[in-house]
């Protein structure tokens, strides 16, 4: 894992002190709040329906178990003994006083953490593939490159005022575990016919109101070019994207408007004018970081085997574990989808648990998932069932990853001051209504995703069912969407129709369902039918 | 009728101007009438709180309403949370909020 040089803890040292003069600043008087607005969203600082929400920065979803446990400690000294896990990879905190955020950036910063650059027109957290440097299928580890790009944009002076906020993925197998093409930009590594690992860049993509495929605009960047190739997109974007229309002012809207290949050349251009600039760190940089991200000591010739005889264990490693590139060792998720839970939320001591669980059995490092989950990236195969066995006792045994109670779902109106309805309740009621073993076994992979505005933090364009919620004359409704997908195949889910009210979404799943397990040919999953049949058979019971 | 309602500047807690200061609980609400930006810009600019606006509510036999439902969780909390609500042991505060 990257461990900070003395420049980075310099930086998120003396910014916690600058934001502790910010905030006395604003309680003696001496800035008004829209003043001190800007000042605290760049540090993580916003105001949710409650109270003050502070959004802390996870760069590429990696921790190891002192930042994780301080996760915990901070929610029971600071906050009400929870933390929500974010689809951006990140940790929010929702009760939070102004006067003890100096002190919580404060702790963060004894841990290498910080919140900057986690809200604003700025680059945010650089997210990732949650199984990097374990997965089977992966070319390299990605995250040296993520690294790589989170210390360019780190206070970049050019890019701190974009038209909009600017998301980057980094990924490096073609299984898509990050939504990598619904991201403003998303970056493949790949190896070229010479054997060579570069970098493919696709941009434009989003989510939100106008969502978006991002087009891939160069195949291969190589690796001694990939920071200015990064800032020959982001130039281009600052130059041209829309200032005048905060709704249009998204990279995606740039490259729609511009086309793909104009985009790309005014890109090209830019490039061959920034390579006359000399501005790309040399490459002993990048090695100097990929020196951080070696693989653990991996026990050579650790068994294969598991003892898969408890039923219960079972069914959790076939569900939520996925195989490791080093043999004896296996990725395992836990999920934060408890039947009728909230998703995303841990308490302070399910968050020291899994601290505890990573320090003992995965080399210290956990991962947090765009799907809100958490990962123990290494765990030994012989390790595995006591591993399960206190993550079960603890509530956390779940087994359900990417099956239709593994919903992500955003804080929606119970939290949201941008919310037009509440998303938590639609997840809990279908958790509960479709969460048994036995039904997810009938249903198989069904990823559900809600959204409590056109916001779409909850990913809703993306679920193979999507449920967005929407404001109709005061009162809530949901819309309801089929056929999303984020991995190798992004497609953007389709609206089937007149939404519904919160009891009537719940029955909608359930007819959608019903029709899928009706038409399914073997061993497709909900998609797969969806894709095959259209929207018409579903629409028919829906609708009538 | 008119209500205010903000966020303590320090704590960030939802209040709501009773007529002579900010109470954290919706029924003691005053109706403004007219005169809410006026009491705005004084309390805001005392730093007493931020972020504040005015709202249309109603009161009737069992206390303040306020019209919107963002408003009437910003009352209780969070609807899925009610151990953290304002009336934690009481099963059935949030019949009216939804
Ligand atoms: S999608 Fe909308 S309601 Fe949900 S967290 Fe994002 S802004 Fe809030």
């Known amino acids: 894992m990257y461990k900070y040089d003395q420049y980075d803890q310099q930086m998120v040292d003396t910014r916690v002190e600058e934001f502790r003069d910010q905030v006395r600043r604003r309680l003696d008087g001496s800035l008004t709040e829209d003043q001190f607005r800007p000042l605290r969203l760049q540090n993580g600082l916003y105001l949710q329906l409650h109270a003050y929400m502070l959004r802390v920065a996870v760069p590429y979803g990696t921790l190891n178990s002192q930042q994780m446990t301080l996760l915990g400690d901070i929610a029971d000294k600071y906050d009400r003994g929870y933390g929500h896990f974010t689809t951006r990879q990140n940790i929010q905190y929702n009760w939070i006083k102004l006067e003890e955020t100096p002190d919580i950036l404060a702790d963060l910063a004894t841990v290498e953490m910080h919140a900057i650059q986690t809200s604003g027109n700025c680059i945010r957290n650089i997210s990732s593939d949650q199984y990097a440097g374990a997965a089977a299928d992966e070319i390299v580890d990605p995250r040296p490159y993520a690294e790589l790009l989170r210390q360019w944009s780190s206070f970049h002076p050019e890019f701190l005022t974009l038209p909009r906020k600017f998301k980057i993925a980094v990924i490096a197998s073609e299984t898509d575990r990050a939504a990598m093409k619904l991201h403003d930009i998303g970056i493949q590594m790949v190896r070229n016919a010479a054997g060579e690992i570069g970098a493919r860049f696709f941009v434009g993509g989003g989510m939100g109101r106008t969502p978006m495929i991002g087009p891939m605009i160069r195949d291969f960047v190589p690796l001694d070019q990939l920071v200015t190739y990064c800032e020959a997109c982001l130039r281009v974007y600052n130059r041209y994207g829309r200032r005048d229309n905060k709704y249009k002012a998204r990279i995606k809207i740039l490259v729609h408007e511009l086309g793909k290949d104009e985009y790309t050349r005014q890109v090209e251009e830019e490039f061959a004018h920034l390579l006359t600039q000399d501005i790309e760190p040399p490459l002993a940089e990048l090695e100097r970081i990929k020196a951080h991200f070696v693989d653990p000591p991996f026990e050579a010739g650790a068994s294969d085997d598991l003892d898969l005889s408890d039923p219960d264990f079972r069914l959790w490693v076939e569900r939520n574990c996925a195989p490791h590139k080093q043999a004896g060792y296996i990725v395992a998720t836990v999920s934060l989808k408890p039947v009728g839970g909230i998703p995303g939320d841990a308490t302070s001591d399910q968050i020291r648990l899994m601290a505890k669980l990573a320090r003992d059995y995965s080399f210290d490092e956990l991962r947090v998932t765009h799907a809100q989950n958490i990962v123990f990236p290494h765990v030994r195969k012989a390790d595995l069932y006591a591993v399960w066995k206190a993550l079960d006792e603890a509530g956390l045994g779940t087994a359900n990853l990417d099956m239709v109670g593994d919903i992500i779902a955003c804080p929606g109106l119970d939290y949201c001051s941008l919310a037009n309805a509440r998303s938590i309740p639609v997840a809990q009621k279908i958790s509960e209504r479709f969460g048994s073993a036995e039904k997810q076994a009938e249903i198989g992979e069904l990823k559900l995703k809600i959204s409590g505005c056109i916001n779409a933090c909850g990913h809703h364009h993306a679920g193979h069912i999507g449920i967005l919620g929407v404001d109709k004359k005061g009162t809530e409704n949901y819309q309801l969407l089929f056929g999303g997908s984020e991995g190798a195949d992004t497609s953007l889910g389709q609206i089937t129709g007149p939404g519904f009210d919160e009891e009537g979404i719940v029955a909608a799943v359930e007819t959608t369902t019903n029709v899928y397990l009706r038409e399914r040919q073997q061993g497709e999953r909900f998609l797969d039918t969806y894709r095959r049949i259209g929207m018409a058979p579903f629409k028919e019971a829906l609708y009538g | ?98």
Not at chain 2, 36 to 64: C, L, P, S
Not at chain 2, 72 to 82: K, S
């Open chain 2, 1 to 98: 009728m008119k209500i205010v309602t903000g966020n303590d500047l320090k704590t960030g807690a939802v209040v709501w101007w009773d007529g002579e200061g900010w109470s954290k609980y919706v029924n003691s609400a005053a109706d403004v009438g007219a005169g809410g930006e006026a009491i705005i810009a004084r309390e805001e600019g005392a730093r007493r709180v931020f972020a504040a606006y005015v709202i249309d509510g109603e009161r009737n036999a069992d206390g303040v309403r306020p019209s919107h439902i963002k408003e009437r969780i910003r009352a209780l909390g969070p609807t899925v949370r009610m151990d953290l609500s304002l009336k934690p042991g009481d099963p059935d505060a949030s019949n009216w909020v939804i």
